[in-house]
């Protein structure tokens, strides 16, 4: 696969991704949609959950969320037919994506949700749309973690309902302290004041945390095993898994998955895949 270097650091404040983690749902965000819409809408409305806590991804800003997932969100729901106007957007954390699915709290679930055979038992994936890898985040000064390896007797904080420190522990069999919270913005806030050595997730979650305070956290860039980012979308959804397939395709061969990946990551120095991710077929 092809990458894009881009060095130009964006810098912000932390404080800022650390307060914006209200619930709820919001207005339609700042992403592009997919034009005329090539699909059957559904109804009047289509609730998506996204993350408002990860920049770059899925950001509350005022009334909307923006950010990567947003955009591809935006642009599938308006290949099933549906306007901006008619998202409803709800924040949709780590650890109720499942529920929210099974409960019909959401119509589909795009935030940096992973594609596990576990998780294929209870929920339909779409996708994928983007593959990351898992990276590291540390303070700024913290040289003696370069990778995965290092993290043996260190404390390690991951979100509640990710597998990313599992990874790290259960797999790799490194015997690392581990610190659950409750979201990312929680994690980089346990690394600020020095109670956890580092935080564990997707490389693009960590870059965009990195770009909001660069002299505050170090992204290891030792990236390690692969996240294929899906659709989610409730049990036996065969038919519209198939239609959000058609719809991330047609967003790679049309170039605007690439436009979503510069707009978001452009300025924070994140190599991001340029490539589209085989898409899996629906069960």
Same mark, same amino acid.
């Given at each position: 696969?092809?990458?894009?270097?881009?060095?130009?650091?964006?810098?912000?404040?932390?404080?800022?991704?650390?307060?914006?983690?209200?619930?709820?749902?919001?207005?339609?965000?700042?992403?592009?949609?997919?034009?005329?819409?090539?699909?059957?809408?559904?109804?009047?409305?289509?609730?998506?959950?996204?993350?408002?806590?990860?920049?770059?991804?899925g950001?509350?800003?005022?009334?909307?969320?923006?950010?990567?997932?947003?955009?591809?969100?935006?642009?599938?729901?308006?290949?099933?037919?549906?306007?901006?106007?008619?998202?409803?957007?709800?924040?949709?954390?780590?650890?109720n994506?499942?529920?929210?699915?099974?409960?019909?709290?959401?119509?589909?679930?795009?935030?940096?949700?992973?594609?596990?055979?576990?998780?294929?038992?209870?929920?339909?994936?779409?996708g994928?749309?983007?593959?990351?890898?898992?990276?590291? $985040?540390? #303070?700024?000064?913290? !040289?003696?973690?370069?990778?995965? /390896?290092?993290?043996?007797?260190?404390?390690?904080?991951? +979100?509640?309902?990710?597998?990313?420190?599992?990874?790290?522990v259960?797999?790799?069999?490194?015997?690392?302290?581990?610190?659950?919270?409750g979201?990312?913005s929680?994690?980089?806030?346990?690394?600020?004041?020095?109670?956890?050595?580092?935080?564990?997730?997707d490389?693009?979650?960590?870059?965009?945390?990195?770009?909001?305070?660069p002299?505050?956290?170090?992204?290891?860039?030792?990236?390690?095993g692969?996240?294929?980012?899906?659709?989610?979308?409730?049990?036996?959804?065969?038919?519209?898994?198939?239609?959000?397939?058609?719809?991330?395709t047609?967003m790679?061969?049309?170039?605007?998955?690439?436009?979503? $990946?510069? #707009?978001?990551?452009? !300025?924070?120095?994140?190599?991001? /895949?340029?490539?589209?991710?085989?898409?899996?077929?629906? +069960?």
């Open positions: 696969m092809r990458v894009r270097r881009i060095s130009t650091a964006l810098a912000g404040t932390a404080a800022m991704v650390l307060a914006l983690t209200a619930c709820g749902t919001a207005e339609v965000g700042g992403g592009e949609g997919g034009g005329e819409g090539g699909g059957e809408g559904g109804g009047d409305t289509i609730t998506i959950g996204v993350k408002y806590d990860q920049p770059g991804l950001m509350q800003e005022g009334n909307a969320p923006v950010g990567f997932d947003v955009d591809v969100a935006t642009y599938i729901a308006g290949e099933l037919g549906y306007t901006p106007e008619q998202i409803e957007w709800t924040e949709a954390a780590s650890a994506r499942e529920t929210f699915l099974q409960q019909g709290t959401v119509d589909m679930i795009i935030a940096t949700y992973s594609i596990t055979d576990e998780r294929k038992q209870v929920v339909d994936f779409g994928p749309y983007y593959v990351a890898q898992q990276d590291i $985040l540390v #303070s700024a000064d913290n !040289e003696d973690i370069q990778g995965p /390896e290092d993290l043996a007797g260190k404390t390690l904080c991951s +979100a509640s309902g990710s597998r990313s420190a599992n990874n790290i259960d797999d790799m069999g490194i015997d690392a302290q581990l610190r659950e919270a979201n990312y929680e994690c980089i806030q346990l690394l600020t004041d020095g109670t956890v050595d580092a935080v564990t997730t490389n693009t979650i960590l870059a965009g945390f990195a770009s909001q305070q002299d505050a956290f170090r992204l290891v860039n030792n990236p390690f692969e996240e294929r980012y899906g659709v989610g979308l409730p049990k036996g959804s065969t038919d519209r898994c198939e239609q959000v397939n058609q719809a991330i047609k790679w061969d049309e170039g605007k998955a690439v436009e979503f $990946l510069e #707009s978001n990551f452009g !300025e924070t120095g994140f190599e991001y /895949e340029e490539t589209q991710p085989e898409i899996e077929g629906c +069960a």
